[in-house]
């Protein structure tokens, strides 16, 4: 086989604690306002079936040291969002054409990261005003950062895991993964009835409240209890 050019390097995310071992990425699904404080935050109620969106898989950015890792701020945008979320790593293909059922989620999980969700909020004020697609929005270069993929043979019970984040130093976000509306097991099963989940498929899986703007220069900390913990500096 030879190509025209050279080929795009495959997207990947090292493995936590392991040398020269990767998680190779398939697709990235994101789930939206699926925290309590979260969809009140937003003026919603209830437990309304969870939506998608998803991201390029070459848009990931990856937090591997104590050092902040640098990302280039968005491009068409003067209000770039960011939130933290527990991040799932699947690392078994389901059958073709079948739904896998939320008691059976745990066999297609191969580990956890913890995340970062950016987005142009602009535009998705745009896509919503105009009943239009979130690609724009959402989907953009360097859209998403994540840390080590931890095996969950080696992360706690994440039913229940702190979450925070903090800008320059200050709190934007606390919470917990017990305020999940819709809990990994349900959130597996449901992807799982709209596309073949995949091995190497990663799905974000919402944030609490406080979500905001992060700005050039800005340095964001934070990260998921037996997840992972990220260092980053918007440039």
Not at 1 to 20: D, L, T
Not at 220 to 226: L, M, P, S, T, V
Request: proline content about 7%; aromatic content about 12%; some cysteine.
């Amino acid at each position: 086989m030879s190509f025209i050019f050279a080929p795009a390097v495959f997207p990947s995310v090292p493995i936590w604690e392991k040398k020269n071992q990767y998680f190779p990425v398939h697709r990235v699904y994101c789930v939206g306002a699926n925290y309590a404080d979260h969809v009140a935050e937003l003026g919603s109620e209830g437990r309304e079936r969870p939506f998608f969106f998803s991201k390029p898989a070459d848009c990931l950015v990856i937090s591997n040291s104590d050092d902040p890792v640098l990302i280039p701020y968005a491009r068409d945008t003067d209000n770039l969002c960011l939130e933290v979320e527990l991040v799932v790593a699947i690392g078994k293909t389901a059958p073709e054409n079948g739904v896998i059922k939320a008691e059976e989620a745990e066999n297609y999980i191969w580990g956890y990261a913890a995340g970062v969700e950016f987005t142009r909020r602009n535009w998705q004020t745009f896509a919503r005003e105009n009943r239009q697609p979130w690609e724009k929005a959402k989907g953009f270069d360097h859209s998403a950062l994540i840390t080590p993929i931890r095996p969950k043979e080696r992360t706690p019970d994440m039913d229940d895991s702190s979450i925070w984040l903090y800008v320059d130093g200050q709190e934007r976000q606390r919470g917990s993964t017990k305020q999940m509306i819709w809990k990994v097991p349900e959130i597996i099963s449901e992807v799982s009835s709209a596309w073949r989940l995949t091995a190497g498929d990663l799905i974000y899986t919402g944030t609490p409240k406080g979500s905001g703007p992060v700005q050039r220069g800005q340095i964001f900390e934070g990260g998921i209890q037996g997840a992972g913990v990220f260092s980053a500096k918007m440039i």
